[in-house]
């Protein structure tokens, strides 16, 4: 069993930045972000590959957002730059002990963290 637990959430304006933080108590193969906005679905944001280090970003947040890691602190960051309004949601980190190719689909993904809500103020 994995447990996730995020971190650095929070109120920001247009144009601002945030970075999350997702700390795991075990090694996984695959952790993924996603976020969920009120009255919608959860949606994929991008993942990182532990091996290797490879990254893959949703449509919306290519060019702004960047996943990171660090082996030593069993840690995944979710760097955003030039936040939206359209951005605030609830960021889940999720991880998996194997890799996929259906990354993007929630069902990929063995543990899921309790969420950190992100406000982006217009």
């Known amino acids: 069993q994995v447990q996730l637990v995020e971190s650095g959430g929070g109120l920001v304006q247009d144009g601002g930045s945030l970075r999350l933080s997702c700390v795991a108590s075990g090694r996984t193969f695959t952790v993924g972000w996603f976020r969920q906005a009120p009255g919608k679905e959860r949606e994929f944001v991008g993942l990182i590959y532990w091996s290797g280090g490879t990254t893959y970003y949703a449509d919306s947040a290519k060019g702004r957002f960047a996943i990171s890691g660090d082996n030593a602190k069993n840690t995944v960051y979710l760097q955003m730059n030039s936040l939206k309004p359209e951005d605030t949601a609830v960021y889940y980190c999720?991880?998996?002990?194997?890799?996929?190719?259906?990354?993007?689909?929630?069902?990929?993904?063995?543990?899921w963290g309790q969420g950190t809500q992100v406000t982006v103020s217009s």
């Open positions: 999720a991880a998996s002990t194997r890799r996929s190719a259906f990354y993007a689909r929630l069902s990929s993904y063995e543990y």
